[in-house]
């Protein structure tokens, strides 16, 4: 909204030019939905504490959790709603993808704001939304997105997957490849944060790096010079995305600040899903999905491990983890939490530093 107010007064005042400058803009937005959290994050807390809006801590799950029963949780409204403040402040509205990246992260946010709410208001015993009517919903809301992004695509660069490491190597999608690759990235990276959260603080300072690199490669496929010269695809638009992650940014050091160990808030399944499947679309609107899953390798690895351990005790009765996610894991070998929590966030900056090499080692 205001990036039309301030293109309107440039017309007299000619340093309002300067919101015209996305990376401007993005840091401008960054700047926004972090000043928004920290001003705002002690009454979100001190209001789900007010309605007892707690934790409610598994009885199988590691001993040290027992003491983090009745922490407010749904903090991940707060992220909601400062995501979108900050996009709708500064953003283009016009663009398809920035109304795509809202409409998703709202739409999943919705659907952890359900879960999380059965949880806490005893109807649930504790469990939430049946996986069955999670799982149903998410993938509605992802196919919706990779069929919207499909029929509104402009040329056939923005419906094909490129190979990191090699030159000018795309593969045709197709309707089908493309909807069931964006279906799969949207829900599995969704459901992938959703796993890491899991700590204090674990899965949100991955999600901001992430989404950092996820923003710069938005302005990078967004101009047409930066894309010829690294040789990706380039996609009209998208650089707006940035926007969008600088938002995201934002809003996810400010919650970061009042997650930290030890947390006085949780974001829950409201934030978690949604948050995944925000990096889920951007990957796929900017065209860089086998990236994405390099730099959320962690994401892949918490969600790879419960894959693991729940197929392998169904086929032969024994766990190949002490407990899944893999981060409980080092709890119980004697890991302290801070330690995991830290270990796990330098892993998260050397698989995006890997993953951003990849623009430019073809």
């Known amino acids: 909204m205001l990036l039309w107010l301030t293109d309107y007064l440039a017309q007299y ?35 789900l504490s007010t309605h007892q809006i707690g934790e409610v801590v598994r009885e199988d ?22 995501i979108l403040a900050a996009t709708l402040l500064w953003g283009d509205l016009s663009s398809r993808y920035v109304q795509i990246a809202l409409c998703v992260t709202l739409a999943f946010g919705a659907v952890g704001w359900i879960d999380d709410y059965i949880k806490v208001s005893g109807s649930g015993a504790g469990h939430g939304l049946s996986a069955k009517w999670k799982y149903v919903s998410q993938s509605v809301f992802g196919i919706a997105a990779a069929v919207v992004l499909y029929n509104t695509a402009s040329s056939d660069t923005e419906t094909a997957v490129i190979i990191p490491f090699l030159k000018a190597v795309s593969i045709p999608l197709g309707a089908f490849g493309f909807i069931l690759l964006g279906y799969l990235m949207i829900v599995g990276m969704s459901n992938a944060v959703n796993l890491t959260d899991g700590l204090d603080g674990l899965a949100i300072l991955p999600t901001v790096i992430v989404g950092a690199a996820l923003g710069l490669i938005a302005y990078l496929a967004g101009n047409i010079e930066f894309a010829t010269y690294l040789q ?64 959320g390798g962690l994401f892949v690895l918490e969600a790879f491990s419960v894959i693991v351990q729940v197929s392998s005790f169904k086929l032969t009765g024994k766990r190949v983890f002490r407990m899944a996610p893999i981060h409980h894991h080092f709890e119980l070998k004697g890991w302290p939490e801070p330690k995991i929590i830290v270990r796990f966030w330098i892993i998260t900056l050397m698989l995006v530093m890997l993953g951003l090499s990849t623009l430019k080692l073809r």
């Not at 006085?264 to 999905?289: I, K, P």
């Open 13 to 47: 005042v000619s340093a309002f030019a300067v919101f015209q400058y996305l990376t401007f803009r993005t840091m401008v937005s960054a700047g926004t939905a972090m000043f928004l959290s920290l001003i705002f994050g002690p009454i979100v807390i001190s209001k």
């Open 61 to 82: 799950g590691p001993r040290s959790h027992q003491s983090k029963a009745g922490t407010p949780t749904m903090g991940g409204a707060l992220i909601l709603i400062v």
């Open 232 to 295: 990706i695809p380039y996609i009209p638009g998208a650089g707006e995305l940035s926007v969008f992650c600088g938002a995201l940014i934002g809003a996810g050091l400010g919650f970061l600040w009042f997650n930290a160990y030890p947390a006085q808030v949780f974001m829950g399944d409201t934030g978690s899903l949604a948050l995944g499947s925000a990096l889920g679309a951007v990957g796929v609107m900017v065209r860089h999905e086998i990236v994405l899953l390099i730099m």
